[in-house]
């Protein structure tokens, strides 16, 4: 596609349920990342994937949080048995290679609230 | 310590003014970008640097890896700048990984 897709936009979820949210990269783009900004926070580094090596988990906060990368496109972030501090907006990136040779680009945010 | 420090965190200014935003790091990188979020959360990636400076329009970013130290410089400021300004170094250890600047809030009033 033209951009980074996400999936909602936005989503509410009671305390305790699983939720997934979804990152559709650019078409060729080998490299996705995934953040989040809880409110009046800066960007926090979750996940990053780079073609076929294994992922870069070391910012997940908790094991009830993981992501897969289907096919070296999609990613899907999932979050189990969400408590009110996983509200945040969720941001990923993609970018043509590794952000240390390419820029990379944002897709809009799915904005997580955890009731 | 933070591993990246921004300043000033909040900065108000008048149409027109030029305006300079630093960014310090204490981490050895292999690049830095400046992101932009507007009011709406929407993030553009600005600019991706390693040495030197970069122009675009009425932006230009300046990074000097032996000081570690970045800035972005805005002439010219428009209201359409006012956004919170990101400054992201590149970290050399491990795969990619992105640290982050709480960012500046930067506010240009007509």
């Known amino acids: 596609g033209a951009g980074v897709s996400q999936s909602p936009s936005n989503k509410v979820t009671e305390k305790g349920k699983d939720v997934e949210l979804r990152c559709d990269p650019i078409?060729?783009?080998?490299?996705l990342y995934w953040y989040r900004q809880s409110l009046g926070q800066g960007l926090e580094f979750l996940i990053y994937?780079?073609?076929?090596?294994?992922?870069?988990k070391s910012g997940l906060p908790s094991d009830r949080f993981s992501a897969e990368r289907t096919g070296g496109s999609v990613s899907t972030l999932t979050i189990q048995r969400t408590q009110q501090e996983d509200s945040a907006v969720y941001l990923c990136a993609s970018s043509l290679g590794g952000v240390t040779n390419y820029g990379y680009t944002f897709g809009s945010g799915t904005r997580l609230t955890v009731v | 310590k933070n591993e990246v420090e921004q300043s000033p965190q909040n900065l108000t200014a008048q149409e027109g003014e030029f305006i300079t935003i630093n960014c310090s790091y204490s981490?050895?990188?292999?690049?830095l970008h400046w992101l932009q979020q507007h009011p709406g959360g929407g993030i553009v990636s600005l600019f991706m640097?390693?040495?030197g400076k970069k122009k675009h329009g009425r932006l230009i970013a300046t990074i000097n890896i032996q000081e570690k130290h970045s800035s972005l410089h805005i002439t010219a400021s428009h209201p359409r700048d006012s956004a919170v300004y990101i400054c992201?170094?590149?970290?050399?250890?491990?795969?990619?990984?992105?640290?982050f600047g709480q960012g500046t809030r930067l506010t240009i009033n007509p």
């Open positions: 992201t170094p590149s970290i050399i250890q491990g795969a990619q990984k992105l640290v």
């Open positions: 994937f780079q073609g076929n090596s294994a992922p870069d």
């Open positions: 640097l390693s040495s």
């Open positions: 981490v050895g990188i292999s690049a």
């Open positions: 078409s060729g783009h080998t490299a």
